[in-house]
Structure formats: C-alpha cells, structure tokens
C-alpha cells in the first residue's frame, strides 16, 4: 500500500502563490508518474498537471505558464508550484502517483488540500 501526504494549500489573493507538495511514502517498487488534479464544485476532477519518470511533464491548457510540476525522486515527493493565481483555480486540488512492478500499475490519490483563491 501507498500513502500519499498533501500539503500547501490556503487561502490566497489572485495574482498571489501557492506550492503544493505530496509525498508518497509505503511499498513503492516503482513510480511511473506524479501528478496534480483538481475538482471545483459542480465540476469533474480535471488534470492540472503531471510528471513522468524520466521528467517529462504535461499541463493543462488553463495552467501553463503559471504553474510548474517538479519531482524529487530521493523523497518521492512531487511539488505543484501556482504562480498568478486566478478565482477560476479554486478547488480541491488531489495528488496523484500511478505506482508500477512488473507489468501492473496502481492509481493511488491524496485526499485533497483546498486552493481558494479570493479577495
């Protein structure tokens, strides 16, 4: 089993920032990718951002430019950090960490951290 430990998220001014972390900690053979999703009210949860083993990274539309994923594999710990933050990314924000031994693969998620963004 894996664990996966959320930090970061607050309350902030738009224009302002934020940095997520998530550490994973448990049985970890191997781990495929790390990413970030959220959900706001009344919405489906989204992808924000993720990161591959060998260091690639996809975001989306809404997020890039402002925000930047990183990983630290010594401490498998991925880091989400949101810069001109804007109303519209309010929401739980869920880290995600896709494990991996042999030919399986697990999905294993946090359980959230609020990002409020609001005057």
């Known amino acids: 089993q894996v664990q996966l430990v959320e930090s970061g998220g607050g309350l902030v001014q738009p224009g302002g920032s934020l940095r997520l972390s998530c550490a994973a900690s448990?049985?970890?053979?191997?781990?495929?990718?790390m990413g970030w999703y959220r959900q706001a009210p009344g919405k489906q949860r989204e992808l924000v951002a993720d990161?591959?083993?060998?260091?690639?990274?996809n975001y989306a539309d809404s997020v890039k430019g402002r925000f930047t994923i990183s990983r630290d594999n010594a401490k498998n710990t991925v880091y989400l950090e949101m810069n001109s933050l804007k109303p519209e990314d309010t929401a739980v924000y869920y880290c995600?960490?896709?494990?991996?031994?042999?030919?399986?693969?697990?999905?294993?998620w946090g359980q959230g951290t609020q990002v409020t963004v609001s005057s």
């Open positions: 990161i591959i083993s060998g260091g690639n990274t």
């Open positions: 995600k960490c896709v494990t991996g031994i042999f030919t399986s693969t697990y999905d294993y």
């Open positions: 448990g049985r970890i053979f191997r781990i495929n990718s």
